[in-house]
């Protein structure tokens, strides 16, 4: 997701100046998108209401389905720092089980934002082309770390199914979790990645 959860924007409500993050503005995004349609949803109504210009939502989002990529890089980054981080004569499943959880695991506060954008993510179809490009960099951490692991290259068999692996284990997840939110998504996720790694 573009962006970081850190960076401020200001916003003008007509009277005292107030902050808001890059964050808050995705999630007032999000709401929109479920409430009123993303197709139907303008970047005018999201700056509207989140009390900040066109210029200063484009200062930090190129398009309106960039919103749900805030946090992206932070998670990619953690994901890799995981893998890198993982002893090395651990299995590679051992560690995929714990490390792409992880990374995709937010505090609690954010726990409906999460939420939120899953649902974005499998079911619009011009938000699911944007995520293709995220999917695919998902996929291949994996599948370096698991070539890495094995001593041989990215277009090794078992290091290519992994990656596969890891990507629908996260797709499930989420879907999962969208029917069953009482649920944790770092349980479903390790649980996920266990049916499905080779």
């Known amino acids: 997701m573009s962006g970081s959860e850190g960076a401020r ?9 107030a902050l808001t993050s890059a964050h808050e503005l995705a999630e007032v995004a999000q ?6 349609g993303f197709d139907q949803t303008s970047v005018d109504d ?9 210029r200063t939502f484009f200062r930090y989002f190129s398009t309106k389905a960039d919103v749900l990529w805030v946090e992206s890089a932070a998670e990619i980054g953690r994901f890799q720092d995981l ?3 993982a002893p ?3 299995p590679y499943d051992e560690v ?7 990374a995709l695991h937010h505090p609690p506060e954010q726990r409906t934002w999460a939420l939120h954008r899953a649902q974005l993510i499998l079911s619009v179809p011009a938000v699911q082309e944007k995520a293709a490009v ?3 960099e998902w996929r291949r951490i994996a599948t370096e770390f698991v070539a890495v692991r094995r001593g041989s290259t990215a277009d090794d068999l078992v290091a290519i199914a992994a990656g596969h692996a890891v990507l629908a284990a996260t797709l499930g997840a989420h879907e999962y979790w969208l029917a069953h939110p009482e649920e944790e998504l770092r349980e479903i996720m390790s649980r996920m990645l266990r049916l499905l790694l080779p």
Not at 46 to 54: F, K, P, Q, T, W
């Open 134 to 136: 995220r999917h695919a």
């Open 46 to 54: 999201i700056a509207a209401a989140a009390g900040v210009s066109r």
């Open 88 to 90: 090395p004569d651990e």
């Open 83 to 85: 893998l890198a981080a």
């Open 9 to 17: 924007v200001e916003v003008d409500r007509g009277g005292r100046p």
């Open 31 to 36: 709401n929109l998108f479920l409430e009123l």
């Open 96 to 102: 995929l089980c714990r490390a792409a959880p992880e």
